[in-house]
């Protein structure tokens, strides 16, 4: 079910930027955490970045910390995901995944119950 909307991805090159957008049109994000994942061909789908809406908390997956960064707009409708220092390794289809449960920081993918469809992220070589 799409539930949530990602864009902004495409094709870049090694050591480039994207900034991935995600929301809920219609409705502010009002989900307790925000997360980033990732799933590349052949592998499960991967924690990125967790965003908690009631302080603005950050949390990172050592993969991507230094490099990524996970922000909201002041109206709470768009969830970033600003990506930077591109590696070929990064290549999945990236997703947002909203939550209403209170542990933090929540990692596990299957406590995150809604899901965009997801934007595709090609870093080449």
């Known amino acids: 079910q799409v539930q949530l909307v990602e864009s902004g991805g495409g094709l870049v090159q090694f050591g480039g930027s994207l900034r991935l957008s995600c929301t809920a049109p219609?409705?502010?994000?009002?989900?307790?955490?925000i997360n980033w994942f990732r799933q590349a061909p052949g592998k499960d789908r991967e924690f990125l970045a967790a965003y908690r809406w009631s302080d603005g908390s950050t949390y990172y997956s050592n993969s991507v910390k230094g490099r990524f960064t996970i922000s909201r707009d002041n109206a709470k409708i768009t969830v970033f995901l600003q990506m930077n220092s591109l590696k070929p390794e990064d290549t999945a289809v990236y997703y947002c995944?909203?939550?209403?449960?209170?542990?933090?920081?929540?990692?596990?993918?299957?406590?995150?119950?809604?899901w965009g469809q997801g934007t595709q992220v090609n870093v080449s070589s």
């Open positions: 219609g409705f502010n994000l009002d989900y307790y955490a």
């Open positions: 995944g909203g939550s209403y449960d209170t542990w933090w920081p929540n990692t596990d993918r299957r406590y995150y119950h809604y």
